[in-house]
């Protein structure tokens, strides 16, 4: 009779168990779904202005709502999957300079100083602010 006590309560701790497992992986695919969503609507946003920016990549990627995205990591993706369509890097001709900066705190800088992207010297200028 305790053996089937044991196994009871196995089964039960078992299913409870393989439930929270449920629980938590769909969480995850939730927030992984919910970041890929973020970033393709970025790079849509970010096409669909083409003609009224072309020569400002800066404020094309503020205006297409770089803000929305929650971390460099993700603005970094974005900037990735424009680079492969285009060819060419929406921080060009800033790459360089914005290698080592959190592009997340860089935009809010850019947003909260109120400083103009168009700017060849914004990014000195909010790195300034930045630190």
């Known amino acids: 009779m305790t053996i089937e006590i044991i196994i009871g309560i196995a ?3 078992l299913a409870v168990l393989t439930y929270f497992a449920g629980v938590q992986r769909t969480k995850q695919q939730y927030e992984q779904d919910d970041v ?3 970033i393709n609507r970025l790079v849509d946003a970010y096409h669909s202005d083409a003609s009224k920016y ?3 990549p800066l404020r094309r990627l503020i205006n297409s709502g770089v803000l929305l995205l929650r971390s ?3 603005i970094r993706e974005a900037c990735r999957r424009l680079e492969l369509r285009n060819s060419r890097s929406p921080l060009e001709p800033h790459a360089e300079a914005l290698s080592n900066v959190d592009l997340h705190v860089f935009f809010q800088a850019i947003k909260e100083y ?5 700017d060849p010297d914004c990014v ?3 790195k300034e602010k930045m630190t």
């Open 11 to 13: 089964g039960v701790v």
């Open 36 to 38: 890929e969503s973020r």
């Open 54 to 56: 072309r020569y400002y």
């Open 72 to 74: 460099d990591k993700e």
């Open 114 to 118: 109120k400083l103009n992207p168009d």
């Open 124 to 126: 000195g200028l909010a």
